[in-house]
């Protein structure tokens, strides 16, 4: 890992290493697919654009059952906050109507995209939801919705890296950075 990483005005240093990312992916995906071995029907893994395009990478080449993939993008961050409005940026990239959906997201913060991913994949007609999580900041989630799966609690920080972006730099790194104190 870089001792640390200069993206515009603010400074990050090293949090979670890719080895230790990797290991809490291994484990989710043996939670996942231990639920779904031997489903009736392919279940779709709804990978959330942009942040959990490397997350969704690596978690579905560790599922061993039939699946189908399709993408959406949403967004509700400017800079390190969220500006608490979630907005479609896109439509879904596959059908999705009466399937077994699991929602693969970076990171779950306040649970506010969650909530409004939930209702549009209910709106869109599938059959079941489930969602998946790389990264949970238990400390900062205020809703009720059950995340099915969360690969590592982490506390409640500005991170980047591994797919998630300050203004859009810093998704390359596979390493995870933290904001620097003096950079907040
Ligand atoms: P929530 O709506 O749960 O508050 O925030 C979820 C979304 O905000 C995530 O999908 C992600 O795009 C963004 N987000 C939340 N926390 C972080 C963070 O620590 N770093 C980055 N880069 N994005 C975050
Ligand atoms: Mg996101």
Redesign the pocket.
């Known amino acids: 890992m870089k001792p640390e990483i200069k993206l515009y005005d603010k400074t990050f240093v090293p949090s979670i290493p890719y080895a230790s990312l990797c290991a809490a992916i291994d484990a989710v995906a043996d939670k996942i697919n231990t639920d779904f071995c031997g489903c009736s029907k392919p279940p779709v893994l709804l990978c959330?654009l942009n942040?959990s395009i490397m997350f969704t990478a690596e978690l579905m080449k560790r599922l061993n059952f039939l699946c189908e993939l399709a993408c959406l993008k949403v967004a509700?961050?400017e800079g390190t906050h969220?500006t608490g409005k979630?907005h479609q940026v896109t439509g879904f990239t596959g059908n999705i109507k009466g399937k077994d959906v699991i929602i693969i997201?970076?990171?779950?913060?306040?649970?506010?995209?969650?909530e409004s991913l939930v209702d549009i994949v209910k709106n869109e007609g599938a059959n079941s939801i489930r969602i998946c999580t790389m990264l949970f900041k238990p400390s900062a989630y205020k809703k009720d919705i059950r995340i099915d799966y969360a690969a590592m609690n982490i506390p409640d920080?500005?991170?980047?890296g591994f797919g998630?972006?300050?203004n859009d730099l810093g998704r390359n790194y596979k390493d995870i950075y933290v904001l620097k104190e003096e950079s907040k």
């Open positions: 959330i942040g509700s961050y969220s979630v997201e970076d990171i779950i913060d306040s649970g506010r995209t969650i920080d500005f991170i980047v998630l972006d300050y």
